[in-house]
């Protein structure tokens, strides 16, 4: 089984900093790529921002400039810094693995997408 497990988020004012970490653990061997993704009230579940393994990143359009990706491979986590905060960012962020592979039972398993619980962010004006 792989899990995510996110930590960081809270109650900030705007313009402030938060740091987002996500843990994926289990029998991993690689994971693909790694991202957050965030859904606020009434929205859809957008992408914020992705890292692959081998370092390259994507960024949302509305947090370009503000928020920066990182990920430690050895020890499958992925980092989001989160700058300059708006009220607009506050939602739930979520972690995403893509393309997982780990090992069940003896077996190598490649697991599509595994997402973590969820940590809230709320920026206040």
């Known amino acids: 089984q792989v899990q995510l497990v996110e930590s960081g988020g809270g109650l900030v004012q705007a313009g402030g900093s938060l740091r987002l970490s996500c843990v994926a653990s289990?029998?991993?061997?690689?994971?693909?790529?790694m991202g957050w993704y965030r859904q606020a009230p009434g929205k859809q579940r957008e992408l914020v921002a992705s890292i692959t393994s081998g370092g390259s990143t994507n960024y949302g359009d509305s947090v370009k400039g503000r928020f920066t990706i990182s990920r430690d491979n050895a020890k499958n986590t992925v980092y989001l810094q989160m700058n300059s905060l708006k009220p607009e960012d506050t939602a739930v962020y979520y972690c995403?693995?893509?393309?997982?592979?780990?090992?069940?039972?003896?077996?190598?398993?490649?697991?599509?997408?595994?997402w973590g619980q969820g940590t809230q962010v709320t920026v206040s004006s």
């Open positions: 995403n693995a893509d393309r997982v592979q780990y090992r069940s039972g003896g077996y190598t398993v490649t697991k599509a997408s595994a």
């Open positions: 289990g029998s991993i061997f690689s994971i693909n790529a």
